[in-house]
Nanobody, 118 residues
Framework: QVQLVESGGGIVQAGGSLRLSCTTS????????MGWYRQTPGKQRELVAS??????????NYADSVKGRFTISRDNDQGTVYLQMNGVKAEDTAVYYC?????????WGQGTQVSVSS
């Protein structure tokens, strides 16, 4: 059974930094491309960062809205994926989720709330 547990969210001032973590189980993490998604009320969940599997070399991709500010990384031994968020903006306020990318598993974790104060 796939399990995804996000953590690290909180309230941060605009321009500040935050590091999100996602621990996983129930699938072979090292050969699974992963991503961070975010969702705000009334909007569809969007993929903001992805990282390819270990065999593909961990190539990263970012949405234009976060490029240059966010960094996704992974620890294949720990089955964990991270999102380093720097220079956060008010529009980064959302619930953040990790999942397989670009096609997600059916199940999702509870997410972690990031709130940026101006």
């Amino acid at each position: 059974q796939v399990q995804l547990v996000e953590s690290g969210g909180g309230i941060v001032q605009a321009g500040g930094s935050l590091r999100l973590s996602c621990t996983t189980s129930g699938f072979v993490f090292a050969i699974t491309a992963m991503g961070w998604y975010r969702q705000t009320p009334g909007k569809q969940r969007e993929l903001v960062a992805s990282i390819s599997d270990a065999i593909s070399g961990g190539r990263t991709n970012y949405a234009d809205s976060v490029k240059g500010r966010f960094t996704i990384s992974r620890d294949n031994d720990q089955g964990t994926v991270y999102l380093q968020m720097n220079g956060v903006k008010a529009e980064d306020t959302a619930v953040y989720y990790c999942n397989m990318a670009p096609t997600s598993f059916e199940s999702w974790g509870q997410g972690t709330q990031v709130s940026v104060s101006s």
